[in-house]
């Protein structure tokens, strides 16, 4: 798709495509005292998302998806960093069990992939 669309416009798509699916079930789930850094903080994490998301359309535009598809995974560790760090949240055994294989999946993934 990026070879026949703008970024912009492959980013917006993204985004009205997710905030469609997933808008209804996230303001049915609103807390009643969310306080103002609750909020700060879910519009950072929005936007640093999309910006995200908009290189990644960049990046496809100039790379191969089997070298760039697994580096997504490493959002993985700063995901898990940030949760920690941010809402003292850390994840069970089990599932850093599953984010070790899925991480591992993804630099296996990259490992195979063949060199220029």
């Not at 998302?49 to 960049?58: D, E, R, T």
Request: glycine share 10%; no cysteine.
């Amino acid at each position: 798709m990026t070879a026949f669309y703008p970024p912009l416009f492959l980013l917006g798509s993204q985004l009205v495509i997710g905030a469609g699916l997933l808008l209804p079930a996230g303001l049915a789930s609103v807390p009643a005292s969310t306080d103002l850094r609750v909020w700060v903080l879910v519009i950072v994490s929005s936007l640093a998302s999309a910006f995200g998301n908009y290189l990644l359309v960049i990046v496809n535009r100039t790379t191969p998806a089997t070298v760039s598809a697994p580096l997504i995974y490493f959002q993985l560790i700063a995901a898990t960093v940030i949760g920690f760090l941010v809402f003292g949240d850390w994840p069970e055994p089990l599932t850093l069990l599953g984010l070790g294989v899925i991480f591992a999946s993804g630099v296996g993934g990259l490992a195979l992939v063949p060199r220029r």
